[in-house]
């Protein structure tokens, strides 16, 4: 079964850098769907990126020309690249693969 574990979150001063990870186990298939969503502190989970076809990222409005979303289909991975960190990016960030739900990783945007 498919299982993304998530990786690089961390805590970050505003107008820094932060490259997360996700690695799924077992077998999918190169146009799985891949994404990251996030949940700040009392809201919803909101979708921040995903990827389908390589070369195809689909973006939030608050994510574009900040965040940039790959993949690597050899090791079952996608990546989120966000510059540009504000504090309102603040957020347990989600990966999904597929329909699968990985388990987050704390971003901290702060001074």
């Known amino acids: 079964q498919v299982q993304p574990v998530e990786s690089g979150g961390g805590l970050v001063q505003p107008g820094g850098s932060l490259r997360l990870s996700c690695a799924a186990s077992?077998?999918?298939?190169?146009?799985?769907?891949m994404g990251w969503y996030r949940q700040a502190p009392g809201k919803g989970r909101e979708f921040v990126a995903s990827?389908?076809?390589?070369?195809?990222?689909i973006y939030a409005d608050s994510a574009k020309g900040r965040f940039s979303i790959s993949r690597d289909n050899a090791k079952n991975t996608v990546y989120l690249q966000m510059n540009s960190l504000k504090p309102e990016d603040t957020a347990v960030y989600y990966c999904?693969?597929?329909?699968?739900w990985g388990q987050g990783t704390q971003v901290t945007v702060s001074s």
């Open positions: 999904q693969v597929g329909h699968i």
């Open positions: 077992g077998s999918i298939f190169s146009t799985t769907a």
């Open positions: 990827i389908h076809i390589p070369g195809y990222p």
